[in-house]
């Protein structure tokens, strides 16, 4: 029997339930602090957040799965890059020379809060990898 698809109800068959998780073993591997983390999830309230982390976020809103699939990305992107995987996490907090990051680390930029901040660092990560112009 054809086990796809999977009832949304399912932790196998709900991809915002497995993004969160994903996003908090990401989140640990970067050392991110809970204020960090809250800046990349784009703001949602402490109690929201907390409570996603006890129960599980099994919705989450759209803006939220945006940033969450940059971040994946970019995690992906650095453990592709670096074959070091404490070097990859740790590319995030180096600082860079490249003008997109005018000098500080890429940490830095993500944490401006805009969502297109981490699309460009995605996009640079991508270009890098030789998958964009």
Do not use: C
Request: charged share 20%; no cysteine; glycine share 10%.
């Amino acid at each position: 029997m054809n086990a796809w698809p999977r009832p949304a109800d399912s932790p196998a068959g709900n991809p915002a339930a497995a993004a969160w998780r994903a996003f908090l073993r990401l989140a640990e591997r970067w050392d991110l602090s809970v204020e960090e983390q809250l800046v990349l999830l784009g703001q949602p309230g402490r109690s929201t957040y907390f409570k996603w982390k006890k129960e599980g976020a099994t919705a989450l809103p759209h803006d939220t799965l945006e940033r969450l699939s940059y971040l994946l990305g970019i995690y992906k992107a650095l453990q592709i890059l670096f074959a070091d995987p404490e070097r990859a996490d740790g590319w995030l907090r180096r600082p860079n020379s490249d003008p997109v990051f005018g000098g500080g680390p890429a940490l830095g930029r993500m944490l401006s809060g805009q969502v297109s901040d981490l699309y460009v660092v995605r996009q640079y990560l991508d270009a890098q990898l030789g998958g964009w112009p």
